[in-house]
């Protein structure tokens, strides 16, 4: 069993539908989460970021932990076709990024 | 705005060369790390170094070597190139420990073909 997984999608849902993307992991020990877009043949860039459990909302994207259920999500509301991308989730245990664990990605289509 | 910027974005090899890829960072970040990504498999980490130097092997740096002579620079280096070498690689930074900042952050990545 991998320690992160992430289903690959692809996703596809019309312009301004909400957009649900999720994780879940076993490693009991993570305690930062992140959530990173990947553009074609760019790099991943930071997106969200999230200490321990909760939500944090960001614009049009809210990310929420549950660490109870080894969960987290990522929400896109008002989708836009730029919102296109693949999404990768990421959590490690401690600062540094040593050992950052990242999903696999959801390719993410936003049909105008 | 955080830079970590590779030098070369596409590059063709030959089997058996030696290829270099160059990355610098201009945020002072102590951590630097080189991944790859492959469909399917995800970003694997390759080799990290948290100082000037210092280097930690990751999950799979069978084949490649890493060099960190300065803070902002970090070099992978793909001793003899193989047709399974054929990726993109990412570098990234991160700061060590800020108060519990902890995000990566990438540059644009160099896609590597080896023929």
């Known amino acids: 069993q991998k320690e992160v997984e992430q289903d690959p999608g692809p996703l596809s849902v019309p312009e301004g539908a909400i957009v649900s993307l999720n994780c879940t992991y076993s490693?009991?020990?993570?305690?930062?989460f992140m959530w990173y877009r990947q553009y074609s043949r760019k790099g991943p860039e930071l997106l969200m970021y999230?200490?321990?459990?909760g939500n944090k909302e960001d614009g049009r994207f809210t990310a929420q932990v549950d660490k109870s259920s080894k969960y987290i999500s990522l929400f896109i509301r008002d989708s836009q076709p730029s919102d296109s991308a693949t999404y990768l989730c990421?959590?490690?245990?401690?600062?540094?990024?040593?050992?950052?664990?990242f999903g696999a990605g959801t390719r993410l289509f936003v049909k105008a | 705005d955080v830079k970590v910027t590779q030098s070369s974005r596409y590059l063709v090899k030959r089997t058996g060369e030696k290829v270099f890829l160059e990355c610098v960072q201009d945020?002072?970040?102590?951590?630097m790390f080189w991944y790859r990504q492959d469909p399917g498999l995800g970003l694997r980490l390759i080799y990290f170094?948290?100082?000037?130097?210092?280097?930690e092997k990751g999950d799979i740096p069978e084949g490649y070597s890493v060099s960190r002579e300065k803070k902002e620079r970090f070099s992978l280096i793909l001793e003899s190139a193989s047709t399974n070498q054929t990726s993109m690689y990412l570098c990234?930074?991160?700061?060590?420990?800020?108060?519990?900042?902890?995000?990566?952050?990438f540059g644009e990545g160099s896609w590597l073909t080896v023929v």
């Open positions: 990234a930074s991160s700061y060590s420990d800020r108060g519990g900042g902890n995000t990566i952050y």
């Open positions: 490693n009991s020990a993570f305690q930062y």
């Open positions: 999230t200490y321990s459990s």
């Open positions: 990421a959590m490690s245990p401690n600062t540094g990024g040593f050992k950052t664990i």
């Open positions: 945020m002072d970040h102590e951590n």
């Open positions: 170094s948290y100082d000037v130097k210092m280097k």
